[in-house]
């Protein structure tokens, strides 16, 4: 019985990871297929991949675009964990009737479109260019700011804490930390895994963010990676080998952030006792 | 409380610098990698958008190599998605906040209104630039708003029905058979060639409605009345007998459905289709797959059988337009220099972007007397501009996009077996309600 | 007292950045909207029309879809994502599992992808003669093709799939992560009180999760209701209006049409009345008490 289960748990897992990865085997293939075969589905490697290389680093700046984006996406994944951790840490822990109340009001920032709220920002914008430039329309920072600190984070952060021991809290106190010593020397290296999913999704977001940045950027030399994807497909004849190409590169950064992350969830299982 | 907030503001100040300390480096790269393209001259700057570097963003580049005018210009091309520009004129012009738009801005004429309407003092008349007679005349009427001349016509849409010689000849037809058509011999036709050869007649994407976009200006109809915002869908004989002649077409079973632009031009490229009716500007898409050349050939639109149905059509297309900021004489200038009047300027955009312009003594010359092989030598180009001076002038109003889909819910239940009368009254009654 | 005051303000500076900034970006720009739901017009031309734009919604067809297509979502792909979510995640957290990393990586890749990738790539699957098909016709479960994206049903189960696809590795994670906080000895108690794998996810996994359980439950909630970029990317609403979303019409009445954004942010407050009144469900069930 305990074998069956355990047969079903693997045929489980077996199909569940064929179905998340035949869409990533797809598009790695038809990276190296020409246009006319990505249209057709073609599911064999062709043998185009360099002329697709070739063709989306020759014709459009890729590069300037994932400098960019991995600016963004590093400086907004750092001060996000940072910024919403802290809010997140502080509505559990220094809890009151009045934060609470604060909170609550917080969360319905989440329930917003975005659509709506986007021509009143930009309108902001529009202000905030005029007495301060350097974070105004047209630069790299206006593209972060607005999801900096998120309700969305701080509500994941809050959830969290509510699983740290309280103990460690009193017994660090008792041992003479600050406040802000036992947030960043006792809370920060216990929640490892919780950083760890926040920041994959914090960088993510980034990474992939495109409604915003499409209208707050305007300047070519400030394109980052999915506005430049957006580009490639809009020609009368698109050439999907080199859309596949660049989609498949614009991926790979996060897998590669998943990676790096990854070990911490490894790292924390290991920690514990055995099962 | 103020201590607070004092800190709060303090710490907040603290991280915007860091932000944009950062942020100076890549303004740096910026200027650098500016400076390579535009340090040449000390014109002054055009920045000019527009969505494809083979095609639009291509012509603005030849026209800044035959640019001649007395007002220097640097031109600054930055490539954006169509939908991207139409997205960024609106929350820009909206917001009232203008900073960062470009001087030139690619519109396609079916949105031309709208914009023209919806921001009445953004854009630059071009009237006293240009000469409106030189232009065809559906074009100006797309780009014009309470008497000013607001486009410069870019590119026709005019239409063709692209045809394969080699599965009409296994049906045993020429394509003779198959010019100055109407679209019922074009169905029969279309069963003849499924039948000697199993191939559809033509794809079609229901959720695309350019298809009906391009008959109904075939019969010199739109959505709306002349005015451009009345609806005109119950009492359109036109627009009803397009539903009539699609439902034909798929009850006939000479359809091949698709569901995106890729798998539409996938049905030609791998020969699963007999004929493309669309605009001239798929000609490049077609020609990309050179195993079929010599199997093509383009003759005239099929027509409806309804007052005034014409072999002729435009399906899209587009226009420059000027916004009204600085910048806007030398971009007025640099326009009317090149697209709005230099003859041999036309001849260099068709041979080596293959791009139809309107402008009529523009589009005389020797590139467009050429025969292309890959179309069994047919000289399609002057095929194509013979055909744009019969497409009738239709106002395209301020709300296409918007009846488009309201026509595509009720396509579908009348394709679902409810009667027309009653679809297209129920049309009429929900564009007047939410179109006002 | 000195203490606990200095505490006190201790919690407000933590929170007081994020406070800020989310009134400056989102309420600010929130409140500029619903007093736009007041006006309607082309463009600039904006004037005030009052209730006008609340009547027009109630008699939009094109509205009236668009809410029940995203309910219609909502319904059945969150309930559907979380179970398989944290089943995912339970067997995943298993120690004695072998491939734990290559399972954990492979069901949790989708949610790196970008929407706009993801979403070509699914429509392609979907097409006439794509992978899907060929599949079925192999299988002999189909004889012809079927038009998944050109039929109003199948449309729709594909956009359900699509996001299930996306997001489930995603909330995984979140499931995944929590469980690894779980103190281990809770469950070798549990285990010597005689206590089996049911049992144990139960009394001990599922109340552990429970904070992180309505996280993802009003986040997916929030997340379907605002459902766009799949619906733009693979359908574009169609065919028709079959799976036109709410966030999609208020896109289209924007930006594809002649924009009116007074009428549009009336949309857009629909959403955000609904989404306040799920969560207070959603918090209300979950039992989190003030």
Sequence with gaps: MKRLKSIAAYVFLVIAALISIYPFFWMVVSMTNRSVDVTGGRQLPGTYLMENLNNLFGQVDMVTALGNSTLVAVISTLLTMLLTSLAGYGFHVYRSRRKDIVFNVLLLSMMIPFAAIMIPLYRLFGRISQVAPWIGIDTLAAAFLPTLTTAFFIFFFRQNTGMFPEELIEASRLDGLSETGIFFRIYIPTMKTTYAAAAIIAFMNSWNNFLWPLIVLQSPAKKTVPLLISNLGSSYAPDYGMIMSAITIATLPTVFVFFLMQKHFVAGMTGSVKG | MKKRLFIAILLLTMLLPACSGKKTETNADAGSAKGDGAGTGAGTTVTAWAWDPNFNIRALELAEEAYKGEIAVNLEIVENAQSDIVQRLNTALSSGTPKGLPNIVLIEDYRAQSFLKSYPDAFYPLTGHIDADDFANYKIEATSHDGEVYGLPFDTGVTGLYVRVDYLEAAGLTVGDMTNVTWQEYIAIGKQVKEATGKQMLSLNPNDFNFVRMMVQSAGQWYFEEDGSTPNLEHNEALKEIFRVYKAMLDADIVKLNSDWSQFVAAFNSGDVATVPTGNWITPSVKAEASQAGQWRVVSLPRLQTEGGLNVSNLGGSSWYVLNQDGKEAAAAFLADTFGSNVDFYNTLLADVGAIGTYKPGIAGDAFDQSDDFFGGQKIYSDFTSWMADIPAVNYGIHTYAIDDILKVEMQKYLKGEDLDTVMASAQAQAEMQLR | ?290
């Design chain 3, 1 to 290: 007292m000195e203490n606990s005051l200095k505490k006190h303000r201790v919690g407000w500076f933590y929170i007081m950045i994020p406070v800020l900034a989310i009134a400056l970006f989102y309420f600010y720009p929130m409140l500029d909207a619903l007093l736009l739901s007041f006006r309607s017009g082309m463009g600039m031309n904006l004037e005030f029309v009052g209730l006008l734009n609340w009547k027009r919604l109630l008699s939009d067809p094109n509205f009236i879809t668009a809410l029940s297509n995203t309910l219609t979502y909502l319904v059945i792909q969150v309930p559907v994502m979380l179970v398989l979510a944290m089943l995912m995640s339970v067997l995943l957290n298993k120690e004695s599992l072998k491939f734990r990393g290559l399972f954990r990586t492979a069901i949790f890749l989708p949610a790196v992808t970008s929407l706009v990738a993801y979403s070509v790539v699914f429509k392609y699957m979907f097409s006439p003669d794509g992978i899907i098909n060929r599949f079925l016709m192999d299988l002999s479960l189909t004889d012809a093709p079927i038009f998944f994206l050109s039929d109003p049903f199948w449309s729709k189960v594909v956009i359900i799939l699509a996001i299930t696809w996306r997001w489930t590795g995603y909330n995984m994670i979140f499931y995944l992560s929590s469980l690894q906080n779980i103190d281990k000895s809770v469950y070798e108690a549990a285990r010597v009180d005689g206590a089996n794998a049911i049992q144990q996810f139960f009394k001990i996994t599922m109340p552990m999760l429970k904070p992180i359980i309505l996280f993802t439950t009003i986040t997916s909630t929030i997340g379907t209701l605002q459902l766009f970029d799949e619906i733009l990317n693979i359908t574009d609403g169609g065919p028709g209006n079959a799976t036109l979303s709410i966030s999609k019409y208020i896109y289209d009445l924007s930006f594809k049409y002649t924009p009116d954004f007074g009428y549009a942010a009336t949309v857009s407050y629909v959403i955000v009345i609904i989404v306040i009144i799920l969560s207070a469900i959603q918090f209300k069930l979950a039992g989190e008490k003030e």
